[in-house]
């Protein structure tokens, strides 16, 4: 698999449908109420696909079809404070077991609708919400997140063996916890090069070769690693898919809204990364 496409809001899918990426991330929006979406875009007019649906587990979302519009006046118990940096997202207390069956279990929850549309994998959002909750007296977090997603990987791999997840950022657990490491088809990975703490500009290089390290144990077990950098800056770029493809990760460089369909010049999906324009 040589590259890899992310677009939470306003994906129109026949459009990406025309492009060569191997993988796509999309919103489980992006479905629409129709079984038939998703299998089309996986055997589209650009190349076969795998598609991934996007599901915040580490926090909750208002936009999302599970919110209940009392909880702004009478939260439920796991429900916590909202985050500040990302409107009408609500921290969770991830390890409940209310929240777990609004994420997997049942008929109606976030996991099955995923499989009932026919994605092939989940792409895991606010893992590092463990790091949150550590902060604030949970020892358990780390605990608690790692099992909370092998819990939804072995009840989505009952149902379809090939499964996939990809946990985003948080690529410490991996190492800390051998058993999840196993179980994950691969990670994601956010600003590893450009985009924190601000677009365009470089990451910080220590923080950067302290994720590399943690990557390397993905790598090493075989494990898919993606990486999503932020800038639009063109020498950024190069240098972005330049350092990701020599660590053997998969590179895509996007806007932070993710919400266009974005092909970096010299980048495109149907080249191979033999022929991108780096310097």
């Given amino acids: 698999m040589n590259s890899f496409f992310y677009q939470l809001q306003r994906a129109r899918l026949d459009r990406i449908g025309e492009t060569a990426f191997d993988l796509v991330i999309v919103s489980i929006s992006a479905a629409g109420n129709s079984p038939d979406v998703i299998p089309a875009l ?27 519009p009392e909880w702004t006046e009478n939260p439920p118990a796991w429900l916590d404070e909202p985050d500040p940096d990302w409107t009408g997202d609500f921290w969770v207390k991830f390890w409940d077991p209310e929240w ?12 099955d609708r995923i499989i009932e549309f026919g994605f092939d994998g989940i792409y895991l959002d606010r893992v590092d ?30 149902q379809d063996t090939s ?58 077990a075989g494990k898919l690693v993606l990486t999503t950098d932020y800038t639009s800056r063109p020498e950024q770029i190069a240098d972005a898919y330049r350092r990701s493809l020599a660590h053997g990760y998969v590179p895509y460089v996007a806007d932070r809204s993710l919400g266009r369909l974005r092909i970096n010049e010299g980048f495109e999906p149907d080249k191979d990364p033999s022929e991108y324009a780096i310097p």
């Fill in 100 to 111: 777990q069956a609004i994420m997997y279990g049942s008929p109606e929850s976030y996991l």
């Fill in 42 to 68: 996986k055997d589209s007019p650009g190349g076969k696909k795998i598609v991934l649906a996007y599901m915040s587990i580490g926090q909750a979302e208002n936009y999302r079809f599970y919110w209940q």
């Fill in 129 to 158: 919400a463990y790091e949150y909750y550590e902060l604030r007296g949970h020892d358990t977090a780390a605990q608690d997140m790692v099992e909370f997603i092998l819990g939804m990987t072995e009840y989505a791999r009952r």
């Fill in 163 to 220: 499964f996939g997840v990809f946990p985003q950022n948080a690529e410490e657990l991996g190492v800390r916890f051998p058993a999840y490491l196993e179980a994950m088809t691969g990670i994601g990975v956010e600003d590893l090069y450009y985009g924190n703490p601000r677009d365009h500009e470089p990451s910080p290089a220590d923080w950067t070769a302290k994720r590399e390290a943690f990557l390397g144990e993905w790598v090493a």
